[in-house]
C-alpha cells in the first residue's frame, strides 16, 4: 500500500534531502534544551522490551529479502510468463490423428491414374514473333512425339516442352497441325530426354461410356501438373474447329478443364487416353463451369500418324451448313456455300438430307460424319426432301478449304 496515501495510513517518507541552514539551527536548538528522558513501565503483563539496538543488521537483513524476492520473481516471471518468443518457441503443436483416411474405389482409381499417367504429361509453351502461348502435350511414343492441339502452336514451328515440374525446358518441332480437328504433332529434339519417357496408349474412344470415370491432366493457368476428375458427360458432341469447321463425335466432361489444360490427355480409369481437351463451355466467363469437350481417341489414331510424316491432312468437302428438323428426322440446309460442290450438284437451301451414299440421316451430325469417311473426288447420291417430294441428287465431293469460306 501507498504510504502517503489521502486514507494517512503508515508514517510519513522518510525525507531524502535536508537544508542545511535548517539543519544547523535544529542542533543549535538541541544543545540550549535540557535532555528529558521518562522511561513509562512496561504494561502488565506484557514482557519488557529487548534493549535498544542498532537498525543497521534488521535494514541490511530486509534489504537482502526484498533482493531476494526479486530475483525470484524475476526468475518466476520468466519461467511462468516469459516472452512471446520464448513462449511460441516451446510451444506444442496440435496433436494429429496418425495415418491416411481410408480411399474409396473411385479415389484409388485416380490416384493410380495420376501415378501412371503423370509422368508422360508435359508442359507446352510457345514463343512466336512476340507472341506467346502455353498448354499441354503427351508422350505417344518412345521416340518422343508429343500430341496436343493445334491452336496450343499455331504459327509456331518450334516450341519448348518442359518434361519435368521444375525442369529445365527442351526443344521441341512442329511436325504437323490438323485446324480441322485441332490437333498437333511435336517431337522432342533431344533424344536422351526421349529415352526416359513412358508413352500413354490410345483407347477405342467408340467403347466409352456417359457415367465413365474421366481424369484430366494437364497445367491449367500456368500451375504444374493437375489432375482433376469426373465422368464422361455425353457422346458424339460437335464443336467448332479453329478452322470454322465442326469436329465431330466428341467427347464432353464434368472434370474440371481450364485454359492451359488445352492439349492435355483425358484418361478413363484404366490410364489410357479417350480424348484430348481442347474447349469448354464458358458461359460468358473465363472459367470452368463443368462442361469440357475432349477430341476422341479415334481421332488422334487417324490423324497422328499422317502428322507425323509431315503430311497435311486432306478431307472431303459437300459446302452446306445443316440445322436439326424441327417437323421429323433428318438435317435441314440452312445455307449452301456459292460454287461448292452441294451447289453444283443440285442441293439447295431448304432441302432435308434424310440419306447420304445410303447411310440415313436423322441429325446434322450424321452429314458432318458421312461425308467425313469420304475422300475428296469421290461420287455419292444424296436423298433430300423438297417441297414435299423425295429427290436424289449426285454430288462429287471437294477439298476442304483451309477455313471455313
Not at 205 to 215: C, H, N
Not at 380 to 390: N, P, S, Y
Request: hydrophobic share 40%.
Amino acid at each position: 500500500m501507498n504510504p502517503d496515501s489521502s486514507h494517512g495510513r503508515g508514517p510519513a517518507p522518510d525525507r531524502l534531502w535536508t537544508d542545511p541552514c535548517e539543519e544547523e539551527e535544529t542542533q543549535q536548538w538541541l544543545r540550549r534544551k535540557p535532555a528529558v528522558s521518562t522511561v513509562l513501565p512496561p504494561p502488565e503483563g506484557e514482557p519488557e522490551p529487548p534493549p535498544h539496538r542498532s537498525p543497521w543488521p534488521t535494514v541490511l537483513l530486509t534489504s537482502l529479502v526484498a533482493v531476494l524476492l526479486v530475483a525470484i520473481g524475476i526468475v518466476g516471471g520468466m519461467l511462468v510468463g516469459g516472452d512471446d518468443s520464448q513462449r511460441a518457441a516451446t510451444a506444442r503443436p496440435l496433436p494429429a490423428v496418425p495415418g491416411a483416411a481410408p480411399a474409396d474405389q473411385r479415389s484409388k482409381a485416380i490416384r493410380s491414374v495420376y501415378a501412371t499417367a503423370s509422368p508422360s504429361v508435359v508442359s507446352v509453351r510457345v514463343q512466336e514473333g512476340g507472341a506467346t502461348g502455353s498448354g499441354t502435350g503427351f508422350v505417344i511414343d518412345a521416340g518422343g512425339t508429343i500430341v496436343t492441339n493445334a491452336h496450343v502452336v499455331s504459327g509456331a514451328r518450334q516450341v519448348q516442352v518442359r518434361l519435368d515440374d521444375g525442369k529445365k525446358s527442351i526443344d521441341a518441332e512442329v511436325l504437323g497441325t490438323d485446324a480441322s480437328s485441332d490437333l498437333a504433332v511435336l517431337r522432342i529434339k533431344d533424344s536422351g530426354a526421349a529415352a526416359n519417357l513412358r508413352p500413354l496408349v490410345l483407347a477405342d474412344s467408340d467403347d466409352v461410356e456417359v457415367g465413365d470415370l474421366a481424369v484430366a491432366i494437364g497445367y491449367p493457368l500456368g500451375l504444374d501438373r493437375t489432375a482433376t476428375a469426373g465422368i464422361v458427360s455425353g457422346l458424339g458432341r460437335a464443336i467448332k474447329a479453329p478452322n470454322g469447321f465442326s469436329i465431330d463425335e466428341v467427347i464432353q466432361t464434368d472434370a474440371p478443364i481450364n485454359p492451359g489444360n488445352s492439349g492435355g490427355p483425358l484418361l478413363d480409369s484404366a490410364g489410357r487416353v479417350i480424348g484430348v481437351n481442347s474447349q469448354i463451355a464458358t458461359a460468358g466467363g473465363g472459367g470452368s463451369v463443368g462442361i469440357g469437350f475432349a477430341v476422341p481417341s479415334n481421332t488422334v489414331r487417324e490423324v497422328v500418324p499422317r502428322l507425323e510424316q509431315g503430311g497435311s491432312i486432306k478431307r472431303a468437302y459437300l459446302g452446306v451448313t445443316t440445322l436439326a428438323s424441327t417437323v421429323g428426322s433428318g438435317a435441314v440446309v440452312a445455307e449452301v456455300v456459292p460454287g461448292a460442290p452441294a451447289q453444283q450438284g443440285g442441293v439447295r437451301a431448304g432441302d432435308v438430307i434424310t440419306e447420304i451414299g445410303g447411310e440415313d440421316v436423322s441429325a446434322p451430325e450424321d452429314v458432318s460424319a458421312a461425308i467425313e469417311a469420304r475422300e475428296p473426288g469421290q461420287a455419292l447420291d444424296i436423298e433430300v426432301q423438297r417441297a414435299g417430294a423425295e429427290r436424289t441428287v449426285r454430288v462429287t465431293l471437294g477439298t476442304r478449304p483451309e477455313k471455313i469460306p
